[in-house]
């Protein structure tokens, strides 16, 4: 078993990378929310180059940390990293390595998945950068398995994402992951923040999402399905034809605003009304199963599973009843 404690991060800093990636993390678990029932996180800001380092802007900073820091953390954030074309220093390669052979996840935003692939933590794994940074980090690294279009990608024990924003969320699902919707939630409420972007979801999209208040037939259609999410006979179907839009018309200009299929997109919601659920009451998992539009446990169980990577009984015996 693992002596690493589940509250303690470690944000390795570098010098020469930008400013609003490297607070990301910092932002997400340095802030002391525990009036507000989420956990007090041991946040380490670690100097992965000798300081003072310099950000955007010519700021300077200074962590209070060294690379020894990473020794007992769960979670290693790489929040950036200064150029595609440059290899970290090897002193801090190896102790992520360390870190993650030693039974760390290992978090990689933005630019910070070129550190990770340098360590060696990325060969045949699949992989988030920012879309203008992937070609180049599937040049130098041809092992990597780079995916230009997703916000993150959660391979288990190494989450890399994409830039900027992408990095909340990738941070926020890692909260949720470990510590449960509800915390999540609530941290995103103060941040002020989405609570939820589906990793999957396109970098970049054209248009926002249609607010219901705007008259937009497709933002009317969205609220009508989370308000019916216990309707089994609620589908794509039924929202294209709530709609007014053939099936395809209404994929197309879905996948236009979102990034993401409509099935997709319903089924998340779904998925996340059920972990609410699964915290928050004792209803049986196939009454639950009935209150967010499955026929039973046995049909919630596998899409569950995959999108949160384990079983709802599971999930209910470590987050049931926590609050925030």
């Avoid at 595609?84 to 993650?100: F, I, V």
């Avoid at 249609?210 to 008259?215: I, Q, V």
């Avoid at 446990?297 to 470590?318: C, E, K, M, N, S």
Wanted: proline share 7%; net charge neutral.
């Amino acid at each position: 078993m693992s002596r690493r404690d589940p509250l303690t991060i470690a944000v390795l800093m570098f010098d020469q990378a930008p400013l609003f990636e490297t607070s990301v993390p910092i932002s997400v678990f340095g802030a002391d929310r525990s009036d507000m029932g989420v956990p007090r996180f041991d946040l380490r800001a670690v100097g992965g180059d000798p300081g003072p380092l310099t950000t955007t802007g010519g700021i300077r900073l200074t962590a209070p940390y060294g690379l020894d820091a990473l020794a007992d953390a769960a979670t290693v954030v790489v929040p950036s990293w200064r150029g595609p074309a440059q290899r970290p220093p090897e002193p801090a390669l190896a102790a992520l390595r360390d870190a993650h052979a030693d039974g760390a996840t290992v978090v990689g935003l933005c630019r910070g998945a070129f550190v990770l692939a340098a360590a060696g933590l990325l060969n045949g794994r699949r992989a988030a950068t920012h879309w203008l940074y992937a070609p180049a980090l599937a040049a130098a690294y041809p092992d990597v398995q780079v995916d230009a279009s997703v916000l993150f990608v959660d391979d288990g024990d190494l989450i890399t994402s994409a830039g900027t924003a992408a990095g909340i969320d990738a941070c926020l699902h890692l909260v949720r992951r470990r510590f449960g919707a509800q915390v999540a939630n609530t941290i995103a409420r103060r941040m002020v923040v989405p609570p939820q972007r589906s990793g999957g979801q396109a970098q970049y999209i054209e248009h926002p999402l249609p607010d219901p208040d705007t008259n937009d037939p497709l933002g009317e259609i969205l609220s009508h399905a989370i308000h019916h999410l216990d309707d089994p006979d609620l589908d794509v179907d039924s929202l294209a034809g709530h709609a007014l839009m053939s099936r395809r018309s209404f994929d197309r200009r879905f996948r236009e605003l979102t990034g993401t299929s409509p099935l997709q997109w319903l089924l998340t919601q779904r998925i996340m009304r059920a972990q609410r659920l699964l915290e928050t009451t004792d209803l049986s998992v196939d009454a639950i199963a009935r209150n967010v539009g499955f026929t039973n446990g046995i049909a919630l169980r596998p899409h569950f599973r995959r999108i949160l990577g384990v079983a709802p009984q599971t999930y209910r015996d470590t987050f049931h009843a926590r609050t925030a």
